[in-house]
């Protein structure tokens, strides 16, 4: 299984894409000599970085922090004394331990999900919303959506493993105790 996604709260999925797709943060200007003035070391310890507590190396952080501030992968290279391939692999191990980090969280949170309903291949997707709520009656936990919002969330979290009403792969949907409802698929 794999996490597709975890509705309710800030997730894995957007926080994997955030560092996915290199951005411009809020309130960042379009100069690039900004992000090239950026101070790695005083940035990484505004955010919290602690390599003794974290799955990247300080490299790896460094490149990122960078990359999410725009700069270009050639700019980091010269600016580290390294090639611009050794930066792009540095980037590459780093999303890759960021979405591995992730669904690790996922997987433990899935553990301990005190609701945990398994979706069949073949089901209708009407059918997905009264199975969750039979399930947290049983289990004494809140879910705080519509049936026709779960329906989307699941449909819209579970990517091509829906398709129309048909579930097309099995899926695990997990509903953490405080009502959060995580979607994963086979």
Same mark, same amino acid.
């Given at each position: 299984?794999? &996490?597709? /996604?975890?509705?309710?709260? @800030?997730?894995?999925?957007?926080?994997?894409? *955030? *560092?996915?797709?290199?951005?411009?943060?809020? +309130?960042?200007?379009?100069? =690039? /000599?900004?992000?090239?003035?950026?101070? %790695?070391?005083?940035?990484?310890?505004r955010?919290?970085?602690?390599?003794?507590?974290?799955?990247? $190396?300080?490299?790896?952080?460094?490149?990122? =922090?960078?990359?999410?501030?725009?700069?270009? #992968?050639?700019?980091?290279?010269?600016?580290? +004394? $390294?090639?611009r391939?050794?930066?792009?692999?540095?980037?590459?191990?780093?999303?890759?331990?960021?979405?591995?980090?992730?669904?690790?969280?996922?997987?433990?949170?899935?553990? &301990?999900?005190?609701? #945990?309903?398994?979706?069949? $291949? +073949?089901?209708?997707?009407?059918?997905?919303?009264?199975?969750?709520?039979?399930?947290c009656?049983e289990?004494?936990?809140? %879910?705080?959506? @519509?049936?026709?919002?779960?329906?989307?969330a699941?449909?819209?979290? =579970?990517?091509? =493993?829906?398709? +129309?009403?048909? %579930?097309?792969?099995?899926?695990?949907?997990?509903v953490? /105790?405080?009502?959060?409802?995580?979607?994963? @698929?086979?």
């Amino acid at each position: 299984m794999r &996490t597709v /996604g975890t509705l309710g709260r @800030t997730t894995p999925a957007v926080s994997v894409a *955030f *560092f996915n797709t290199p951005h411009k943060p809020a +309130g960042m200007s379009d100069d =690039a /000599g900004d992000a090239a003035d950026v101070d %790695v070391d005083e940035l990484l310890e505004r955010l919290g970085f602690d390599p003794d507590e974290n799955i990247l $190396t300080r490299r790896q952080a460094e490149v990122l =922090a960078l990359r999410e501030r725009g700069l270009r #992968q050639a700019d980091i290279a010269t600016r580290l +004394g $390294t090639s611009r391939a050794n930066v792009s692999s540095v980037e590459a191990s780093a999303r890759e331990n960021v979405r591995k980090a992730h669904e690790t969280v996922s997987f433990a949170e899935a553990l &301990t999900a005190p609701v #945990q309903v398994r979706i069949e $291949t +073949g089901t209708d997707l009407y059918d997905i919303p009264n199975r969750v709520y039979d399930a947290c009656d049983e289990a004494g936990v809140k %879910v705080n959506r @519509t049936a026709p919002d779960l329906m989307k969330a699941i449909s819209d979290a =579970a990517g091509d =493993a829906v398709q +129309g009403r048909k %579930v097309r792969r099995e899926l695990l949907v997990g509903v953490t /105790g405080d009502g959060s409802v995580q979607v994963r @698929t086979e």
